[in-house]
């Protein structure tokens, strides 16, 4: 159980084109899912917590018109990244929450590497 | 000063040692402790989830919480070389359901 899925794993794009990511909670209902980015050998940066429709809470430093978030509904969360640019090649993950009354645990999805040419 | 401190590693040992990550953290506030598996270009696993001091055992893991000392720790026993990977402490508090990650330990095991 608790598996969440993440689709692409992998996309290559040009320049000031725009990218969706997909995040899907398969065998649970997500109330709350977070898009994190990570660079290679650091940790996880949180860069927004959604919630199923309301709009997403950024974190400081974020642009949120360039990382549009949509959680449509308790199973599907997207990221896109618009007008995407070289700086913004890194690997992008999702989580999801099962609900508040799971303590905080967060299951993730396998990765999407951006790479802006 | 960071809230979470991991050791970052890299950390190399045989196949078959014991294995001890740790993580300290300042903030008393932290209620829920968690570590996370991530092998290379993939997402993070949950391993393991505590909330309380003590040990919780899950085959040949085991995590500690000390809350007294604010310090939780991952013990591997007999590792194997599929144990290569990035473990990362991560801890949560309130209903946010947000996380605060440590840097992630590398782990090397080899054969």
């Known amino acids: 159980g608790a598996v969440v899925s993440q689709h692409p794993s992998w996309v290559i794009c040009k320049s000031g084109t725009s990218v969706k990511i997909e995040c899907r909670s398969l065998d649970f209902q997500a109330t709350t899912m977070f898009w994190y980015r990570q660079f290679p050998k650091q940790s996880l940066m949180l860069m927004a917590t959604?919630?199923?429709?309301?709009?997403?809470?950024?974190e400081q430093g974020v642009e949120k018109d360039k990382f549009l978030i949509n959680h449509a509904s308790l199973t599907l969360s997207t990221l896109t990244v618009t007008s995407a640019h070289p700086e913004d090649s890194s690997f992008y993950i999702c989580?999801?929450?099962?609900?508040?009354?799971?303590?905080?645990?967060?299951?993730f999805g396998a990765g999407t590497r951006l790479s802006v040419l | 000063q960071k809230e979470v401190e991991q050791d970052p590693g890299p950390l190399s040992v045989p196949e078959g040692a014991i294995v001890s990550l740790n993580c300290t953290y300042s903030?008393?506030?932290?209620?829920?402790f968690m570590w996370y598996r991530q092998y290379s270009r993939k997402g993070p696993e949950l391993l393991m989830y505590t909330y309380s001091s003590g040990n919780k055992e899950d085959g040949r893991f085991t995590a500690q919480v000390d809350k007294s000392s604010k310090y939780i720790s991952l013990f591997i026993r007999d590792s194997q070389p599929s144990d290569s990977a990035t473990y990362l402490c991560?801890?949560?508090?309130?209903?946010?359901?947000?996380?605060?990650f440590g840097q992630g330990t590398t782990l090397q095991v080899k054969p």
């Open positions: 959604s919630n199923e429709g309301s709009k997403a809470t950024y």
């Open positions: 903030n008393s506030a932290f209620q829920y």
């Open positions: 991560a801890l949560g508090s309130g209903n946010t359901g947000k996380l605060i």
């Open positions: 989580s999801a929450r099962p609900g508040e009354g799971a303590k905080n645990i967060q299951y």
